[in-house]
């Protein structure tokens, strides 16, 4: 009899033993360079009866907050190709980020002088010989180094000394034009100071001249 009833009392026991856990949510909030996640709300109660009619009761909190920053991913320039190897195009892109935005670009852009080669090389695959060179003159390199070779660049249809004339004549039309202007102006300068030293040595091998006394004149001390 005692062993039935000694199991009752236990079983009474653990059924009066009551536990009650509540768990709050969680939250979590992302925003660009920021992420925060909360976690709280954690409660967690017991209550203990016993048999004699005594009670126990706990109850447990607990809130923690985490805040983590982090960088926003980086902005990728894109990338431009020319489609074929017979175009005079280059791809150029930018791209620029900050910590909390970021901004790229890109666009195609024409190399002229590399369109230039190309016209020059098929007109002179035509025999367009004096034209191909005229395509070339629109490079002021290349226009310079005509003239120092002494073959100016064709003008009007004119080449040798008259088209030498012409570019004298409309130096404005000039591909150096600016180059041409800074340079001629250095000339003028150093063809002035050129001629005033020279006068100035003119002036005084004249004063010489005219203030020499000769040895025969000489009538010695007075």
């Known amino acids: 009899m005692k062993k039935p009833l000694l199991y009752i009392i236990l079983l009474l026991l653990l059924s009066g033993c009551m536990t009650a856990a509540v768990l709050a949510g969680s939250t979590q909030t992302n ?3 920021s992420n925060t996640a909360i976690e709280g709300g954690y409660t967690s109660s017991a209550t203990t009866t016993y048999q004699s009619g005594s009670s126990s009761n706990s109850t447990t909190t607990n809130n ?5 920053k982090s960088s926003p991913p980086s902005a990728g320039a894109p990338s431009y190709n020319s489609m074929t190897q017979d175009v005079c195009a280059v791809g150029v892109s930018l791209g620029v980020q900050t910590f909390g935005i970021g901004i790229s670009g890109g666009k195609h852009v024409i190399d002229k002088n590399c369109e230039r080669l190309k016209l020059a090389r098929i007109l002179n695959d035509f025999g367009m010989k004096v034209a191909a060179v005229a395509i070339l003159c629109q490079d002021e390199r290349v226009f310079e ?3 120092q070779a002494g073959t100016p660049c064709p ?3 004119k080449i040798g000394k008259e088209a030498e004339a012409l ?3 409309y130096d404005h039309e000039r591909p150096d034009y600016k ?3 800074k340079r001629m102006d250095d000339r003028q300068k150093i063809d002035e100071e050129e001629a005033k030293a020279k006068a100035e ?6 004063y010489k001249e005219e203030n020499f006394i ?4 000489w009538n010695g001390p007075r």
Do not use: F, L, R
């Open 167 to 169: 570019w004298s004549k």
């Open 214 to 217: 000769k040895p025969e004149d």
């Open 64 to 68: 923690s907050t985490s805040n983590v």
């Open 179 to 181: 180059t041409y202007v």
């Open 31 to 33: 925003t660009s360079g």
């Open 145 to 147: 180094s005509m003239i």
């Open 201 to 206: 040595k003119e002036a005084a091998a004249k």
């Open 155 to 157: 003008i009007d249809g």
